[in-house]
T-cell receptor
């Protein structure tokens, strides 16, 4: 029944050591999103893919990159994690991106710790 | 610019009490969508409802009900006869319709943490 799957659920990395978080979906949705959610804060959109078209939010640091090799999978790469990047990272999908007509389905998140 | 305000940071109620979570939004667009999501301790955001700006009818789904009032730019959420399983953080969110790209990101409020005590 799992629709949006994130692995791993918990990730520990060292300061400056590259880390990759993964997301997969069984919904065949066109759009995949990555959000960062820090403790007691709202999710913040980092970027999204509309099919293969990558869309970066203006204030997303260059340290964050993403890849979408196919419809089902999307990866979040953090090139040099800093202590401030410790957060929950949420992946979401939606059937289309037409201005909110389609709700987003979220995965369980990956909680990243940076030591 | 769009903005969502959830003034209640935390609410505690005793089981079986009714509770209303407030959401006030700001937008310059006439066409937009409003959402409520639930985030239980497990972490994932669970979609509860989507409402477009042209549909002001209130909605009821089981113990949940939503009151959308454009005149006050509010989209409040009421849980009737609350249960311990309702304990979670609840987020209200807004998405405008961009006529050029069709895409605007979801803008979330800061969330309201609801604790239901047995």
């Amino acid at each position: 029944d799992a629709m949006v799957i994130q692995n791993p659920r918990y990730q520990v990395t060292q300061f400056g050591k590259p880390v990759t978080l993964s997301c997969s979906q069984t919904l065949n949705h066109n759009v995949m999103y990555w959000y960062q959610q820090k403790s007691s804060q709202a999710p913040k959109l980092l970027f999204h893919y509309y099919d293969k078209d990558f869309n970066n939010e203006a204030d997303t640091p260059d340290n964050f990159q993403s890849r979408r090799p196919n419809t089902s999978f999307c990866f979040l790469d953090i090139r040099s994690p800093g202590l401030g990047d410790a957060a929950m990272y949420l992946c979401a999908t939606s059937r289309d991106r037409t201005g909110g007509r389609h709700e987003q389905y979220f995965g369980p998140g990956t909680r990243l710790t940076v030591t | 610019a769009q903005k969502v305000t959830q003034a209640q940071t935390e609410i505690s109620v005793v089981e079986k009490e009714d509770v209303t979570l407030d959401c006030v939004y700001e937008t310059r667009d006439t066409t937009y969508y409003l959402f409520w999501y639930k985030q239980p301790p497990s972490g994932e955001l669970v979609f509860l409802i989507r409402r477009n700006s042209f549909d002001e009818q209130n909605e009821i789904s089981g113990r949940y009900s939503w009151n959308f009032q454009k005149s006050t730019s509010s989209f409040n959420f009421t849980i009737t006869a609350s249960q311990v399983v309702d304990s979670a953080v609840y987020f209200c969110a807004l998405s405008e319709v961009n006529p050029n790209s069709g895409n605007t990101p979801l803008v979330f409020g800061k969330g309201t943490r609801l604790s239901v005590i047995a």
